[in-house]
C-alpha cells in the first residue's frame, strides 16, 4: 500500500524548535522529491518546500516565509523525510502534510501532523 | 511569484454541473491537480495531470486547461460532494496552491 505517515508534531513555544518525520511505503522513496505543506486552521493549503532525489542533488527550495528557519531533509537508507522547524512563530501553527507532488507521477499525501506554537 | 486564483465559492444544486475554475498566467502550459478537501480531512486528490482520474474518483469529475484557466467541472453534483476545492500548480522550483474554492450543493 503506497503510504506516507508524518510523525513528530506536538506543542512548542515560540522560538523553539521541533522536527517532523515522514515515513514512506509502497512506493520508490528514493527516486522520489519530496514535499511539505501546511494549513493552519480555516485556511488554505500553504507549499512550505521539498527535496529532490540523490540523481538531482538532494536540491532543496522553500517558501520565502519559511526560508532559513525550516530545513528539509530526507533519509533513503529509511525511507523518511524530514522537517526541521527552528525559530517558530505562532504562525507557524498549521498541520504539515508530507507529499509527494511531481506532474509525471502519483501524487501521494500523507495524512498530517499538527504544529502549535504557543506560550 | 507565480499566482493562480480561485473564486471563493459556488453553488450548485443537487444533480446539476458545477464548473471551479482557477486561472493563472499561461496555466494551460502547465499541469494542474485538482483536490477536494473536506472537514477535518486531509486532501484527495480528484484529477491530475489536468485531466486524468485517480482510481476511485467517480467519473462525474472532469478537468480541463487551457490558456490562462483551468476548470474541475462536476457533472451530476451530488451532496457528498460539497466540500472545498484546490488547484495546484508547479512553477520553476516551487509548488503553488490556489486558496480554495468552496462548494455548497443546495
Known amino acids: 500500500e503506497v503510504q506516507l505517515v508524518e510523525s513528530g508534531g506536538g506543542l512548542v513555544q515560540p522560538g523553539g524548535s521541533l522536527k517532523l518525520s515522514c515515513a514512506a511505503s509502497g512506493f520508490t522513496f528514493s527516486g522520489s522529491a519530496m514535499h511539505w505543506v501546511r494549513q493552519a486552521s480555516g485556511k488554505g493549503l500553504e507549499w512550505v518546500g521539498r527535496?529532490?532525489?540523490?540523481?538531482?542533488?538532494?536540491?532543496?527550495s522553500y517558501a520565502a516565509s519559511v526560508k532559513g528557519r525550516l530545513t528539509i531533509s530526507r533519509d533513503d537508507s529509511k525511507n523518511t523525510a524530514y522537517l526541521q522547524m527552528n525559530s517558530l512563530k505562532t504562525e507557524d501553527t498549521a498541520v504539515y502534510y508530507c507529499?509527494?507532488?511531481?506532474?509525471?507521477?502519483?501524487?501521494?499525501w500523507g495524512q498530517g501532523t499538527l504544529v502549535t506554537v504557543s506560550s | 511569484s507565480y499566482e493562480v486564483t480561485q473564486s471563493p465559492s459556488v453553488s450548485v444544486s443537487p444533480g446539476q454541473t458545477a464548473s471551479i475554475t482557477c486561472s493563472g498566467d499561461k496555466l494551460g502550459d502547465k499541469y494542474v491537480c485538482w483536490y477536494q478537501q473536506k472537514p477535518g480531512q486531509s486532501p484527495v486528490v480528484v484529477i491530475y495531470q489536468d485531466r486524468k482520474r485517480p482510481s476511485g474518483i467517480p467519473e462525474r469529475f472532469s478537468g480541463s486547461n487551457s490558456g490562462n484557466t483551468a476548470t474541475l467541472t462536476i457533472s451530476g453534483t451530488q451532496a457528498m460532494d460539497e466540500a472545498e476545492y484546490y488547484c495546484?500548480?508547479?512553477?520553476?522550483?516551487?509548488?503553488?496552491f490556489g486558496g480554495g474554492t468552496k462548494l455548497t450543493v443546495l
Open positions: 495546484q500548480t508547479w512553477d520553476s522550483s516551487t509548488v503553488v
Open positions: 527535496i529532490r532525489s540523490k540523481p538531482n542533488n538532494y536540491a532543496t
Open positions: 507529499c509527494r507532488l511531481d506532474p509525471e507521477m502519483e501524487v501521494i
